[in-house]
Nanobody, 114 residues
Framework: QVQLVESGGGLVQPGGSLRLSCEFS????????MGWYRQAPGQQRELVAT???????QYGDSVRGRFAISRDNVKNTVYLQMNSLTPEDTAVYYC????????WGRGTQVTVSS
């Protein structure tokens, strides 16, 4: 059974940075494609960034150049470094693991406000 636990969210001022972590519990982390998604109130969940089991990376258009996804296959953790944050980045950020099955974390709130 896979469990995903996100951490690192919080309140940050515009222009600031945050680093999210997603800790994976279970087997075969290195086989999973991992991703970050976000959902703002009244909005659909949207792609933020994904990283394949081979290290290929994709970003959503709204975060490209500001956010960076990475993974540590020893620590079974995926990270999202978020820079130059704006109020439009305010959302609940979810971690996703995909292989044979897909798993989601419960999310961590990110609020960008002065």
């Amino acid at each position: 059974q896979v469990q995903l636990v996100e951490s690192g969210g919080g309140l940050v001022q515009p222009g600031g940075s945050l680093r999210l972590s997603c800790e994976f519990s279970g087997r075969a982390f290195s086989a999973f494609a991992m991703g970050w998604y976000r959902q703002a109130p009244g909005q659909q969940r949207e792609l933020v960034a994904t990283i394949s089991n081979g290290g290929s990376i994709q970003y959503g258009d709204s975060v490209r150049g500001r956010f960076a996804i990475s993974r540590d296959n020893v620590k079974n953790t995926v990270y999202l470094q978020m820079n130059s944050l704006t109020p439009e980045d305010t959302a609940v950020y979810y971690c996703k693991a995909s292989w044979t099955y897909t798993y989601w974390g419960r999310g961590t709130q990110v609020t960008v406000s002065s």
